[in-house]
């Protein structure tokens, strides 16, 4: 897949599985990727450090041919490229990297509105460093992805595609 696929049509990230699926417009699998959601679990609130659950659908994405591992903070590319030497010298950084699918809820009052916006919360799909376990939850709300996944699935994402957290 090196191509938008014009057949994709939504993603589906279940939590208890952790693993992300694109599916075509038949609800059919595309591929299916392992990711990381998490660590405090699912939940809605700010700052709670949780996967928001229900209908989502992709507000922004960021990265776009930029390289495989470019540092993003505050959505924009830092002008690093993640490596050990500087993982090393930010010990306990939430690393974003490679690409940036930016969530925004459907669903006012459960992760869209006062105090449960997914899209003010910055609930993203983003890359993170390959040595982090896929399998586990472990990130800080975010669904983390290896940096290949994410920029594939990247290839075939448009704006406004559907995302299901469940």
């Given at each position: ?15 208890d599985d952790q693993n992300l699926t694109l599916l ?39 990265g776009s041919g930029l390289p495989a591992n470019t ?22 950084r939430d690393w974003i990297l490679s690409r940036i ?66």
């Open positions: 897949m090196n191509q938008r696929n014009p057949i994709a049509c939504s993603i589906d990230v279940n939590l075509d417009g038949s609800g059919g699998v595309i591929v299916c990727y392992s990711v990381s959601t998490a660590l405090n679990g699912a939940g809605e609130q700010d700052a709670s450090g949780c996967t928001p659950r229900g209908k989502h659908f992709v507000r922004a994405m960021i540092v993003f903070r505050g959505r924009r590319p830092t002008g690093e490229i993640y490596s050990p030497v500087l993982a090393a010298s930010h010990p306990g699918l930016w969530l925004c809820g459907r669903e006012h009052g459960i992760n869209r509105g006062a105090g449960v916006d997914s899209f003010r919360r910055y609930i993203y799909i983003h890359g993170t460093p390959d040595t982090e376990p896929m399998g586990t939850a472990l990130s800080h709300g975010c669904v983390r992805m290896r940096n290949a996944d994410v920029i594939e699935l990247f290839e075939c994402v448009q704006p406004g595609m559907p995302v299901t957290i469940r």
